[in-house]
């Protein structure tokens, strides 16, 4: 187990504003705000703070009024301030609001907006000549409203570093995951996706919005397939191989990959053999031929230009920070990802 660290945990801050969705509040406590102690850590990782521009908020729909958080003031302690969405999209946000995230951004803060999120950091001028994304269904809104954004609405998140979009309320949690692999390594995002029963790695460019027809036979889930391949990632593995395993030509098997996962599978492959490198790195393999050979990734070279493509680190450099023997200190280091590991 990873031993902790002595300084004080990464403060999130969450902006409630009128009519924000309880789901993507949820998401934000959930991943950053309830304790851990299975991580093997003597204190919280994260520290969370809802706050609001009033003293009642009314959620959407009016599900319930929240009451009882601090003011806007809050931010200017964020580490990371996270924005959810809310559905009136084209009624400006406060100014209040605005003012407050552009605040915090100023100062250094990380800023994640989940879903619809992303029209008031746009409305703060946060994404103008940037990548972001945004729900689907209100792509051509964002479009119209925000032209300087370079909006990209079929992935899953967009990560730019200092700013980060998720694209829909459920993409909220892939973002947050992707931030505790961004500021403590593969091995400990991996456990707190097992405690939410998620899905531990879907890739940021990975299609938000995938059709999923109901199958005209019951045997095409690409569960099975991808549990096998998963075993096996240390063997020379093709697509070829995987086409043939799943009893499908080449052909039928990218098509399936697109429809059910929204990736290709040779970016499906590469994505799950780094992210078993990182794993080994972190469980303390120093020999880059082996962490290489068991994750599939053939030689050292490829294992560190598929590392540093895919973290913005060198494996000595992922090993500092995510090492047994050098635990994460919670500040943010890994460069963005910058979309899928290409097919």
Do not use: K
């Not at 100062?107 to 409305?123: D, M, P």
């Amino acid at each position: 187990m990873p031993q902790g660290s002595s300084q004080s945990p990464h403060r999130v801050v969450v902006i409630v504003d009128e009519g924000t969705n309880p789901f993507e509040v949820g998401v934000a406590t959930e991943l950053f705000g309830l304790p851990r102690p299975e991580l093997g850590f003597p204190g919280p990782l994260y520290a969370v703070t809802l706050c609001a521009p009033a003293s009642r908020i009314r959620m959407n729909h009016g599900f319930f009024t929240l009451t009882g958080v601090p003011g806007l003031d809050a931010v200017d302690e964020a580490d990371t301030l996270v924005v959810p969405g809310r559905p009136d999209n084209v009624v400006p946000r406060g100014a209040d609001v605005l003012d407050a995230i552009r605040r915090a951004h100023a100062r250094g803060a990380r800023i994640v907006s989940f879903c619809t999120g992303s029209f008031a950091l746009a409305e703060a001028g946060l994404l103008d000549g940037r990548r972001a994304t945004t729900h689907w269904m209100w792509a051509d809104t964002f479009r119209d409203l925000h032209p300087r954004v370079l909006l990209e609405p079929d992935v899953l998140f967009v990560d730019e570093g200092d700013v980060l979009t998720a694209s829909g309320s459920a993409a909220a949690l892939d973002l947050g995951l992707h931030l505790w692999r961004r500021d403590h390594g593969a091995e400990l995002a991996n456990a707190v996706s097992r405690r939410l029963v998620f899905a531990a790695h879907r890739d940021g460019g990975q299609r938000q919005f995938v059709e999923r027809p109901v199958p005209d036979v019951p045997d095409e889930s690409l569960g099975p397939l991808l549990a096998w391949a998963q075993e096996r990632l240390g063997e020379p593995l093709t697509v070829a191989d995987l086409a043939a395993r799943a009893a499908v030509s080449p052909a039928t098997l990218h098509r399936r990959f697109r429809a059910q996962l929204g990736t290709t599978p040779l970016a499906w492959l590469t994505g799950e053999r780094v992210a078993l490198a990182c794993r080994l790195i972190e469980r303390g393999e120093e020999r880059l031929d082996v962490v290489a050979a068991r994750s599939g990734l053939g030689t050292a070279a490829n294992l560190r230009a598929r590392l540093r493509r895919e973290t913005g680190l060198s494996p000595s450099d992922y090993r500092r920070r995510f090492g047994p023997r050098s635990p994460s200190s919670g500040s943010v280091m890994i460069a963005p990802r910058r979309g899928t590991v290409p097919a």
